[in-house]
């Protein structure tokens, strides 16, 4: 059992989870505690050891379904007369027969149409020993697995689903329903709306129990370390922003609020324990009163906290698309935070978008208010980071001063246009910092039409922000 | 733990693995019983990595429809199981929306309390809209939940 935590531990590490020798530790010691044949009770005793966020269950979640995968022969379906008391009374014996069909025929005696038929009953009635006996022969039926393929089984789930049709299997349950409600007093629209979640709650179920009957049989097919690399994911903040899925960038804005508010409280912090402020002559002489008037220990003042201005220039350009939402929802987040927060996105041309960011609820209404009206096209909208940065000197480059810092966001592919780098070197004059921020892989710098390689010589610093975790860094390091 | 100052993680490293205080005056006062202490946080801001290696962990989600019943049961006096029902179904609907501030189980509470007193037996479209503004608080939320659900615009 030892050996298998270690082994899982070191599978968590892989994944990405920061599991340090002490919560290993205290695993070891938990599951001393827990009956082995909980398996419930296994996984949370784990969990609560050795995963400290909540943004990484569900990593730590796959490798558990994969490490201690229910390794126990098939639960034979014969159970299923005893096991299915909320069955409705009519369908318990026919369905007995069928199992004990499927027990020896591997499914294959099932006809998609009965199986079908097994899957709305068992959604009907929301059994869950129904639902994974048929999630068993679907998978038996549908997916067609192959032994010893080293996959993920992604698309093993993707075609046992095509094949169910759930969408046509929800249709038909929401029919029925309706079919029942029409006889009596008919349904109100609240009615209706709470009977398809439930049942597409119920079909999340089922679609879960295949996931996991899926799982099972590659882990017996290929053992629990092979499968565990394949189904592997990036953690949310290791995600790069620039390829990220839909899912993924969801998943990312759930975890961008708590960590701008901890950028936040790190940026305050820093602000508060600067140095000193100048001498406080009043209150030198008030304290020299005790030693008979010589100031042997002089008062200094507080330094007035600096209100840091913070300008942010973004590319919006098609190259950097997925990013541009991304840092979009990321000016929101700061702006939410500081006081002062002048957000500016460009392509050739270069438009103010402060104004978008004022009052918002959603920050998504805002992105999608930007991409209508922001004026950023000047001729023919691929990015120009030479116009747009001289547009944005000559525009608003008098209201940089020495309290603001410069973010600027892009991949700095210029199509090949002029760079005007000496407008980078001027705002640095005038600015505190200047930062740019770069979504691209550093190895890709300076290939092609990137040209960050010129800009880089007038920023105080360039860095690579592709995941959640670089931002972190980025801004833990700042002064 | 949200509102807590950082520098306040950093002194309760100490407190939670050494169950000590070390006073610089007075030297080190160490629990002569082994305190079970409990952190809680909204999850506002992220915990330093120090302090969360130095606790065990439990994420809290919002209870499944099952759950939510019982709580609304237990924690409602007078309250029909058919409305119990009704109420945790309801608000299940509401957090798949895509809301600004979905409904916490302390609001389904209130809800189902205002409901009793209200005297509304069945949860219906008017019962519905006229009380939505105790589960959820904010303009855009209540328009859409009201949008998608009840259909009205």
């Keep these: ?479 | 733990m949200d509102r807590v100052e950082l520098e306040t993680e950093a002194l309760l490293l100490e407190v939670l693995s050494e169950y000590q205080v070390s006073i610089p005056e007075l030297g080190t006062v160490r629990a002569t019983r082994l305190p079970m202490v409990f952190l809680t946080s909204n999850n506002t801001r992220e915990l330093s990595e120090a302090l969360k290696r130095r606790c065990l962990y439990l994420h809290i989600d919002y209870p499944d429809l099952d759950r939510e019943r019982a709580i609304v049961r237990a924690r409602v006096p007078g309250i029909t199981e058919e409305l119990a029902d009704q109420v945790a179904r309801i608000v299940r609907s509401l957090r798949t929306l895509d809301l600004r501030k979905a409904p916490s189980v302390s609001e389904t509470l209130d809800w189902a309390r205002t409901l009793v007193i209200l005297g509304i037996e069945t949860i219906g479209a008017a019962g519905a809209r006229d009380t939505l503004h105790i589960l959820l608080k904010y303009q855009v939320d209540i328009e859409r939940a009201q949008k998608e659900l009840l259909s009205v615009s």
């Design chain 1, 1 to 479: 059992m030892l050996d298998l935590l270690s082994d899982f531990v070191t599978e968590l590490r892989r994944a990405g989870l920061p599991v340090s020798m002490t919560e290993h530790l205290d695993a070891a010691e938990a599951i001393g505690h827990i009956p082995l044949e909980d398996r419930d009770g296994l996984k949370y005793a784990l969990a609560a050891t050795l995963v400290k966020s909540s943004s990484h269950w569900r990593a730590f979640e796959t490798a558990f379904e994969v490490f201690f995968a229910l390794r126990t022969a098939h639960r034979g379906i014969e159970g299923l007369g005893e096991d299915g008391d909320g069955l409705p009374p009519e369908g318990d014996g026919e369905l007995g027969g069928r199992g004990r069909g499927h027990g020896s025929g591997g499914g294959e005696a099932m006809t998609p149409e009965e199986l079908a038929e097994m899957l709305f009953k068992s959604l009907l009635s929301a059994d869950a020993a129904l639902m994974n006996a048929v999630a068993r022969g679907a998978v038996d039926r549908y997916a067609g697995m192959e032994p010893g393929r080293p996959v993920g089984g992604t698309y093993y789930l993707y075609r046992t689903l095509r094949n169910l049709e759930l969408d046509a299997v929800l249709a038909r349950l929401m029919e029925q329903l309706r079919d029942q409600a029409a006889t009596g007093v008919g349904l109100t629209e609240l009615e209706e709306r709470l009977a398809a979640d439930e049942y597409k709650a119920r079909i999340e179920t089922f679609r879960r129990a295949v996931e996991t009957e899926i799982r099972r049989r590659l882990v017996e097919d290929r053992g629990a370390e092979a499968l565990a690399r394949s189904v592997r994911k990036p953690l949310p903040e290791d995600i790069d922003v620039m390829h990220a899925t839909r899912e993924e960038l969801a998943e990312l804005h759930r975890v961008l609020h708590p960590l701008s508010r901890k950028l936040a409280v790190r940026l305050a912090r820093k602000r508060r324990d600067g140095r000193k402020g100048p001498l406080d002559f009043r209150a030198t002489m008030r304290r020299s009163l005790s030693t008979g008037g010589v100031p042997i220990e002089p008062r200094f003042r507080h330094p007035r906290p600096a209100k840091p201005e913070i300008f942010v220039i973004a590319d919006i350009s098609g190259s950097v698309a997925s990013f541009a939402r991304f840092t979009l929802h990321l000016v929101y987040a700061i702006s939410s935070q500081f006081s002062k927060v002048r957000s500016f996105v460009f392509v050739d041309g270069i438009d103010e978008v402060t104004r978008f960011f004022e009052g918002v609820v959603d920050p998504a209404d805002a992105v999608a208010r930007i991409n209508q009206e922001a004026d950023v096209i000047w001729v023919d909208g691929h990015s120009d980071y030479g116009h747009a940065l001289t547009e944005f000197h000559r525009r608003w480059g008098t209201e940089v001063t020495a309290r603001s810092s410069l973010l600027l966001l892009g991949d700095a592919r210029n199509n090949y246009h002029a760079t005007q780098t000496w407008v980078v070197e001027d705002l640095r004059q005038r600015a505190r910092h200047v930062y740019w921020l770069n979504p691209e892989p550093r190895h890709y710098w300076d290939s092609g039409d990137s040209v960050v390689g010129e800009y880089a010589a007038h920023c105080d610093e360039v860095v690579e922000v592709r995941t959640l975790r670089q931002l972190e860094h980025f801004v833990g390091n700042l002064t």
